[in-house]
């Protein structure tokens, strides 16, 4: 028997297997759909119906424009309160409010003669990233009141900045695309990493070694069934997101093809690894999980930045495969890069792929010695 027709009839096992498995289903399809609408929905950066208490001590025609521009803003819920001072903390304590509008009672009287005046903006940064985000909002509408009553002064110049890329500053634009990298890898690795451990649990493990097919191949012929369902997922994943939260395309499809390919091959590659390391198929799921959903999360640049990071967790991002690919998909989808600005992040992927497949091999090799 040729060596194809051997790999070809373990990968046509391994596929009836998978379509015959509801649970393999379910990983494969509702998984990752379920996970990109919770993540989709949920992964928001953007604030909006902020509670503003306002304290209006000024009563005058001008401090009603103010609150005017507060009120006619979408990130922004304003009501009134008649306390002082001292009713601001039972406000953040009772959560009545996340910020609160201080205007003084000559706020009217200082600006029509000085040509300015102060008013006090209180925030409650409980939640440190919501209350710099906040801030900005209540800076953006300050200044562009200002600019309204400050009509005559002539400026030196004009500041019209660009936007690019993201001009509405969306945050699914950002988190999309690092949820298809999220969700291959993670699918990638947690189908493979049962495919050695399911043969062990089931006893069929013997049935496959007497049978004239080396290792190599039986490792090369459960990967190709998961390489085309993993790719139909992204996709599927791809679809999804651009249909329900509007990501833009730019860059090239055979692009994107191609290098989610090479790390959906990684992640099979990482499966592989662990499933030729433990013995059971829910042990093999769980360091899937651990060793793919958490890093991805936390250090591969899909929430928070590395360069933010320590040095020494900044060092362990390199070993994360989803670090490269979140830049190349952001990067065709939102930029339209060519292989020429993302080959620095496909080559560690590919170094990744060929490192772990062959430990996979060597280490299926050693334990069919022992």
Do not use: C
Not at 2 to 20: D, N, P, V, Y
């Amino acid at each position: 028997m040729k060596k194809s027709t051997r790999i070809s009839a373990i990968s046509r096992k391994e596929f009836f297997h998978i379509i015959h498995d509801p649970r393999s289903l379910i990983i494969i399809f509702v998984l990752p759909v379920l996970q990109l609408i919770m993540f989709g929905y949920a992964m928001n950066l953007e604030i909006e119906n902020v509670d503003l208490a306002v304290m209006d001590h000024s009563r005058s025609r001008i401090s009603r424009e103010l609150v005017r521009a507060f009120d006619g803003s979408k990130y922004f819920r304003v009501h009134y309160d008649n306390g002082g001072p001292s009713g601001i903390e039972s406000l953040f304590l009772a959560r009545r409010a996340r910020a609160v509008l201080q205007i003084h009672p000559l706020f009217a009287e200082e600006l029509q003669s000085d040509g300015s005046a102060d008013v006090q903006i209180i925030i409650d940064t409980a939640d440190p990233n919501a209350g710099t985000i906040i801030q900005n909002y209540v800076t953006a509408v300050l200044q562009q009141f200002n600019g309204k009553i400050d009509k005559q002064s002539v400026q030196p110049f004009e500041i019209r900045p660009r936007v690019l890329y993201n001009p509405d500053m969306k945050s699914a634009y950002f988190f999309v695309p690092g949820l298809i990298a999220m969700i291959l890898i993670m699918i990638s690795a947690l189908l493979t990493s049962i495919a050695i451990t399911r043969e062990k649990e089931t006893g069929t493990m013997e049935q496959i070694l007497v049978s004239p097919v080396r290792p190599a191949e039986i490792i090369i012929g459960k990967v190709v069934p998961y390489i085309f369902l993993a790719f139909a997922d992204g996709m599927l994943i791809l679809v999804l997101g651009m249909g329900l939260f509007n990501v833009p395309f730019t860059g090239s499809v055979f692009l994107l093809v191609l290098l989610s390919t090479l790390y959906v091959v990684t992640g099979l590659s990482l499966g592989l690894m662990i499933s030729t390391i433990v013995q059971t198929q829910q042990v093999a799921m769980m360091i899937a999980l651990v060793a793919t959903l958490l890093p991805t999360i936390m250090i591969s640049g899909f929430i928070f930045p590395i360069k933010s990071m320590p040095w020494l967790i900044q060092l362990i991002s390199y070993l994360v495969p989803a670090r490269y690919f979140i830049v190349i998909v952001r990067g065709i989808m939102l930029k339209g890069n060519t292989i020429m600005e993302l080959y620095p992040q496909a080559l560690p992927l590919l170094l990744m792929t060929a490192v772990l497949l062959a430990n996979a091999i060597r280490k299926f090799n050693l334990n069919l010695e022992k």
